[in-house]
Nanobody, 122 residues
Framework: QVQLAESGGGLVQTGGSLRLSCVAS????????MGWFRQAPGKEREFVAA??????FYADSVKGRFTISRDRAQNVVYLEMSSLKPEDTALYYC?????????????????WGQGTQVTVSS
């Protein structure tokens, strides 16, 4: 069973940058599409970014500011975030796609990390 663990969250000022990491253990995620989701208090979990193989996809709200990448050899997925805004504040989750279903939907991802908190202050 694959386990995912996010890290890199923290407190940053508006306009700042953070790099989130997601490390997989217990199995390889080399062949899985990977996604990042986020959830703010009182809101539904929302899609942020995904990488099916080499092609990235982004939510409109983060396009141009966030970059998803991965190191398959190390079983690590990254989310580089720049020009951060207060509305980016959320608990960020990485997830491994199950091989079927839309990359936009959390139901398509059977493997999840525990999340890392990102807080953007004004």
């Amino acid at each position: 069973q694959v386990q995912l663990a996010e890290s890199g969250g923290g407190l940053v000022q508006t306009g700042g940058s953070l790099r989130l990491s997601c490390v997989a253990s217990g199995g390889t995620i080399d062949r899985n599409a990977m996604g990042w989701f986020r959830q703010a208090p009182g809101k539904e979990r929302e899609f942020v970014a995904a990488m099916r193989w080499t092609t990235p996809f982004y939510a409109d709200s983060v396009k141009g500011r966030f970059t998803i990448s991965r190191d398959r050899a190390q079983n690590v997925v990254y989310l580089e975030m720049s020009s951060l805004k207060p509305e980016d504040t959320a608990l960020y989750y990485c997830a491994a796609h199950g091989g079927a279903g839309s990359y936009l939907l959390e139901e398509s991802y059977p493997y999840w990390g525990q999340g890392t908190q990102v807080t953007v202050s004004s």
